[in-house]
């Protein structure tokens, strides 16, 4: 089973600065990882998969294999960015949450 | 993106008594599930449902908890005798038709165990 660690539970940004959000996973082989978000007050929201290797709402994550890392990153932060993110890989059709890390964009 | 709605938002309940969750998917998906958040605790899996019978679940689903899409729509999940410790956010979800391990979440029902 995959298993994923998100060292920071906090972290608190400038808006405008560059912001990186911790995940290590625990898996050998080829890894399916996920970052969902979750605003204030609403539903988990998927914000990116590694396979589509998209750009949404301005954050990137690169699987990196030989650090086994799926940092979420974003160069400028904004106010909006403030929420919880979640690392998550599925398991047998499951997901597999991290602790998560609550990001706070301050002006 | 599929909508899941899920009702009621807050249920407010006395230790003991019964609730059930519901979840109302828009379109019809194959697997279903349930997780569920303490505060300021991380999201957890409760239960996976496909087929109409429980494909997995975690130890946290013991036998206080039920699963069942009594209508072929709605999902619901059942606390038998609600304890303190089970008051969290519910979560529903549902798998992306064209690709299973893209899951998609309602919007929660907060569960208030007095």
């Known amino acids: 089973a995959q298993r994923v660690t998100q060292p920071e539970k906090l972290l608190s940004v400038f808006k405008g600065a560059p912001v990186e959000l911790k995940c290590n996973y625990s898996y050998s082989g080829s890894p399916e990882l996920f970052w969902y978000v979750q605003y204030s007050r609403q539903r988990l929201q998927l914000l990116l998969r590694?396979?589509s290797r998209e750009s949404i709402k301005g954050f990137t994550a690169d699987l990196n294999k030989g650090e086994t890392s799926f940092h979420l990153k974003k160069p400028f932060a904004q106010e909006e960015d403030s929420a919880m993110y979640y690392c998550?890989?599925?398991?047998?059709?499951?997901?597999?949450f991290g602790a998560g890390t609550t990001v706070t964009v301050r002006a | 993106e599929p909508e899941v709605t899920q009702t009621p938002s807050h249920q407010v309940t006395q230790m003991g008594q019964e609730v059930i969750l519901r979840c109302v998917p828009i379109s019809n998906h194959l697997y279903f599930y349930w997780y569920r958040q303490i505060l300021g605790q991380k999201v957890e899996f409760l239960v996976s449902?496909?087929?109409?019978?429980?494909?997995?679940k975690s130890e946290i689903f013991d036998d206080q908890f039920s699963v069942e899409r009594p209508d072929g729509s709605n999902f619901t999940l059942k606390i038998r005798s609600t304890k303190l410790e089970d008051s969290a956010m519910y979560f529903c979800?549902?798998?992306?038709?064209?690709?299973?391990?893209?899951?998609?979440f309602g919007p929660g029902t907060r569960l208030t165990v007095l």
């Open positions: 449902f496909y087929n109409n019978e429980i494909s997995e």
């Open positions: 998550a890989p599925p398991n047998d059709y499951k997901l597999s």
């Open positions: 979800a549902i798998n992306d038709r064209e690709n299973t391990d893209t899951q998609y």
């Open positions: 590694h396979i």
